[in-house]
């Protein structure tokens, strides 16, 4: 006979017992579960480091330099915005190519006559010549320095006996001086070519026969500076009456010490100056209040929208290299396409709208801005804090984005500026630093002179010329 009350007892051990494995296994089970989540959350950072590191920033994503590129995975270096065409690369038929061309009138002949026949030894001396080819060697003439001096005479009045003295040319003070060529090849050598002080006085010695030393040159650069500095002030005034200018800036070394170069430029004019500080007071002493009548284009930066200036654009050049990236990143994430198409679309309105200036481009502007409004402001369902970041920003410079389609003079980039500021890094690569402020001062006058003068399609040499026989 089973004894009931035993097996009740059994049973209730065996079950406390199960329960108490219930409960030790839901604590595995609790920290496991935390494992779980723990690891999940360390891949997702893991896979979106990979991600990452297959999609670096570099000039066709960022605002890096090209320079940046090197060693880097992802696009190729240099990768222009432009979509691909299905022309080859090099000239396009149709393209006329230029070559070495003879001259009608050369400066020197030299006559090549045969004098002994070849087959009996006769004399050719009196036989008639035939010209049968021709063929010219162009060569630079050796190059030697000239001096020029001035002798000054005087001479008396007969009648009243008076001694009069001949005056000296006004660009002649010194007892020995260099000459306005020289300053010009210095000034065109140093900041046109960003050749350093002491390749330039390697240069000017090789080359012209002028020992100057590194003091001499940096004496004539400043002689050009002084002569420059009408030039200058204009460039300033004709870009404040433009109504547009591009803005742009970058770090520099002098003497050890990191300032900023600025640009403030347009289609004609550059005008480039030195500062200790990135921030709006660079702009303020600069500038002061003389901006409220320009629509400046700049990259976003926050002190460009703290001068009182008339409107603002975005560079929409940036702005489509950021968004390069999150296409790279999140292949999958349809918005930054979205706005990329809206981009270009906008900028073929653009060219339409300077093809036919004459047509009400009002509708198509208005719907175009209107699709671009509805794309930045939807709501994302993504975790990515560069889109949002990115949707912050165009949300909050909405109005921003499409100045350039309201004036046909407005250009929907900021590339200008930063072909302008980037003859700095050129020089700072060259030469290192620049060894004083006043050094940093020279070369943003004469570049900017320089700079304008390429813009309007002047000869900079001869123009430098001129400019130092003022």
């Not at 991600?51 to 940046?68: A, F, G, H, T, V």
């Not at 347009?266 to 003389?290: H, K, M, P, V």
Request: one cysteine or more; a positive charge; aromatic letters at 6%.
């Amino acid at each position: 006979m089973i004894d009931r009350q035993a097996l009740v007892l059994e049973l209730r051990e065996t079950i406390s017992q199960q329960a108490a494995i219930i409960e030790d296994l839901k604590i595995v089970v609790a920290k496991k579960q935390v494992i779980i989540e723990v690891q999940s959350l360390r891949i997702n950072q893991l896979e979106e480091e990979v991600r990452r590191l297959k999609n670096r920033k570099n000039s066709s994503n960022s605002s890096l330099p090209p320079s940046m590129d090197m060693g880097k995975p992802g696009p190729k270096p240099n990768q222009s915005l432009r979509p691909e065409s299905e022309k080859k690369s090099g000239g396009q038929p149709g393209h006329k190519g230029k070559t070495l061309k003879m001259s009608s009138d050369p400066d020197r002949i030299e006559a090549l006559l045969p004098m002994i026949c070849s087959g009996c030894s006769h004399s050719l001396e009196a036989e008639q010549s035939r010209l049968i080819g021709r063929r010219q060697v162009l060569d630079i003439p050796p190059i030697k320095p000239i001096y020029v001096e001035y002798q000054q005479f005087e001479r008396t009045c007969p009648c009243c006996n008076l001694t009069q003295s001949a005056q000296f040319p006004a660009n002649v003070q010194a007892p020995i001086q260099y000459g306005p060529n020289v300053m010009s090849t210095i000034t065109y050598l140093h900041t046109r070519q960003f050749v350093p002080l002491r390749r330039s006085k390697e240069l000017m010695n090789s080359l012209f026969g002028l020992s100057l030393c590194e003091g001499s040159i940096v004496n004539q650069l400043d002689k050009m500076v002084e002569k420059a500095m009408p030039a200058y002030e204009m460039i300033k005034q004709n870009i404040l009456d433009s109504g547009y200018a591009g803005g742009d800036e970058t770090g520099c070394k002098v003497n050890g010490k990191k300032q900023w170069f600025w640009t403030i430029q347009n289609e004609l004019n550059t005008f480039i100056w030195l500062s200790e500080s990135r921030g709006y007071d660079s702009i303020e002493e600069q500038f002061a209040d003389q901006l409220k009548e320009l629509i400046l284009i700049h990259d976003c930066w926050a002190a460009y929208f703290q001068t009182n200036a008339k409107a603002h654009q975005l560079c929409l050049a940036h702005l489509q290299r950021d968004l390069n990236l999150l296409t790279q990143l999140y292949p999958t994430q349809n918005w930054a396409l979205s706005i990329q198409n809206l981009f270009s679309d906008a900028l073929l309105l653009k060219k339409e709208m300077v093809q036919n200036p004459q047509e009400d481009w009002i509708k198509a502007r208005n719907n175009l801005e209107e699709k671009l409004k509805n794309v930045i402001q939807i709501t994302l369902e993504t975790t990515s804090k560069e889109v949002l970041k990115l949707q912050k920003r165009l949300k909050k410079h909405l109005n921003n984005l499409t100045t350039f389609l309201h004036h046909f003079h407005i250009p929907p980039d900021n590339n200008g500026s930063e072909r302008a500021i980037r003859n700095v890094k050129v020089k700072q690569k060259v030469s290192g630093q620049f060894k004083s402020e006043k050094g940093a001062d020279t070369f943003a006058v004469l570049r900017s002179v320089i700079d304008t003068l390429i813009k309007n399609d002047k000869d900079v040499f001869k123009s430098l010329v001129d400019l130092a026989n003022l």
